[in-house]
């Protein structure tokens, strides 16, 4: 993680990682345009949260064109997970409820999911 590229944002920083330490985190979006530095500010803020003794799963999804791809590539980056196979998000939500440890779930590049979800709907 390049530090010397991260300028200005301290403050979104420290503001969104005292929103994830309240005790009923709420969901966090960053919204920009493109450019504009979110996929940054997510992986910094992935890497404080490592040092506060958080597991962390960043997932890119520039290449989840379903629910179930989002599921495999959110399990899959749990260690704890049992052998990737008829994975649907059923399990993703029963993976999530049980959670005994503090986790950050960062989705990278939703844009693209939502647009190609948005697409078949018209279809």
Same mark, same amino acid.
């Given at each position: &993680?390049?530090?010397?590229? @991260? /300028?200005?944002?301290?403050?979104?920083? !420290?503001?969104?990682? %005292?929103?994830?330490?309240?005790?009923?985190?709420?969901?966090?979006?960053?919204?920009?345009?493109?450019?504009?530095?979110?996929?940054?500010?997510?992986?910094?803020?992935?890497?404080?949260? &490592?040092?506060?003794?958080? @597991? /962390?799963?960043?997932?890119?999804?520039? !290449?989840?064109?379903? %629910?179930?791809?989002?599921?495999?590539?959110?399990?899959?980056?749990?260690?704890?997970?049992?052998?990737?196979?008829?994975?649907?998000?059923?399990?993703?939500?029963?993976?999530?409820?049980? &959670?005994?440890?503090?986790?950050?779930?960062?989705?990278?590049?939703?844009?693209?999911?939502?647009?190609?979800?948005?697409?078949?709907?018209?279809?």
């Amino acid at each position: &993680l390049d530090h010397k590229v @991260f /300028v200005g944002r301290e403050q979104s920083k !420290e503001d969104i990682i %005292k929103k994830i330490h309240e005790p009923h985190p709420p969901i966090i979006t960053i919204v920009g345009p493109p450019g504009f530095g979110k996929s940054t500010l997510a992986k910094h803020i992935g890497h404080a949260m &490592l040092k506060d003794g958080f @597991f /962390v799963n960043y997932v890119d999804m520039t !290449e989840v064109f379903s %629910k179930q791809a989002l599921a495999i590539k959110v399990l899959a980056c749990d260690s704890t997970t049992e052998a990737i196979k008829n994975i649907t998000i059923e399990r993703l939500y029963e993976w999530a409820r049980g &959670l005994n440890h503090r986790t950050l779930l960062i989705l990278d590049n939703c844009d693209v999911f939502y647009t190609i979800q948005q697409t078949f709907k018209q279809l």
